[in-house]
């Protein structure tokens, strides 16, 4: 990492010349990216050092060149050396949304993620070179809760049982998200990808990753966010809220709130199996075990919807017979009013 930094200041000091600059750490994610705050006289830009053998920029530079034609507020990449992995971005500044969310600021800022929202999915790419969220990436991404989480966080043996019901409750959780409207997915719009901007909030980071597919994904990962939990009364109300948007904006072709909350509220089982599964592939494969501490409250969204629906019940009652109490920390229901 030492020779990879020294390349990226001697880069930086290609591009600026004479000009003085120093780097202090911006943030890091999920993967192998690291992002620096370059701090000029008067300025100040982002710049990313993602390894090209673990990270491929380009659909980072194609989708901020596509999504700020359609007036979505995404860094804009400045200078690009993608054989060495390094992006000079403009900077969005250091207030999260995660940060700034209270009681008092909720809707709002909300209202403002929702209309950006809106706008990606009525304008947004489904078409190649986009990569569709098919069967295939579902089923794949809720094996990570069986393989990381119950085998390798828990240690736990599944017998043929356990087994055939996981695959049961995955074969409906991909059915619902495959008869959703498809639209352009984002894939972590969250409260650590979306900054508190002064002008045409919010500012989204984080979308190298967006594929065509279901149209509650993203809402459910705003809404019901693996960092951040709301009540689950007010969560509805949203994303009704939401549901009347799409229909306007034609995202939606048919006026049925009920179905559209039904589709919410599976696809919200799906991405948080899918994300327990990834915390714990980031603490026992990566070393990054900060996630750990996410997983109660991320389970317990998962515990919440499926004793609501019939065909979740079994997969319900499983986790409280055979995976709670292997738990050290209890999951965390989400509340029912504000606290």
């Not at 930094?5 to 911006?26: I, N, V």
Request: net charge negative; hydrophobic share 40%.
């Amino acid at each position: 990492m030492n020779d990879r930094f020294t390349a990226l200041t001697d880069w930086l000091g290609s591009l600026f010349g004479t000009e003085q600059f120093h780097l202090t750490p911006a943030s890091s994610d999920a993967s192998f990216r690291r992002y620096f705050r370059v701090h000029r006289d008067h300025s100040t830009l982002i710049v990313m050092d993602a390894p090209p053998d673990k990270e491929d920029s380009r659909p980072f530079v194609a989708l901020s060149r596509t999504f700020r034609t359609f007036g979505l507020h995404v860094p804009e990449v400045l200078e690009a050396d993608l054989t060495r992995g390094f992006l000079l971005l403009t900077d969005l500044g250091t207030d999260l949304y995660l940060s700034r969310l209270t009681r008092d600021t909720a809707s709002r800022l909300y209202g403002d993620a929702m209309g950006a929202l809106i706008t990606l999915q009525a304008c947004g790419p489904v078409e190649a070179p986009m990569s569709p969220y098919d069967a295939r990436l579902l089923s794949f991404e809720l094996s990570l809760f069986r393989d990381w989480f119950l085998g390798r966080h828990l240690n736990l043996t599944l017998g043929e049982g356990s087994l055939a019901l996981l695959e049961e409750t995955f074969a409906v959780l991909t059915a619902s998200a495959l008869e959703q409207p498809v639209v352009c997915v984002h894939r972590d719009y969250h409260s650590r990808n979306l900054m508190v901007t002064p002008k045409h909030n919010p500012g989204i980071l984080d979308f190298q990753d967006a594929v065509a597919g279901p149209v509650t994904y993203d809402l459910v990962s705003l809404l019901r966010d693996c960092y951040i939990a709301w009540p689950q009364g007010l969560v509805r109300d949203w994303a009704v809220g939401y549901h009347d948007l799409a229909l306007q904006a034609g995202v939606l072709p048919e006026d049925d709130p009920e179905r559209f909350l039904g589709w919410f509220d599976r696809m919200g089982v799906q991405r948080h199996l899918k994300a327990i599964g990834i915390f714990s592939r980031l603490c026992h494969r990566d070393g990054k075990s900060g996630y750990l501490g996410d997983i109660p409250r991320t389970l317990g969204y998962v515990l919440a919807v499926c004793k609501r629906y019939p065909e979740l019940a079994p997969f319900h009652a499983w986790l409280h017979s055979t995976v709670l109490p292997h738990l050290e920390t209890p999951p965390a229901l989400p509340p029912e009013t504000f606290p």
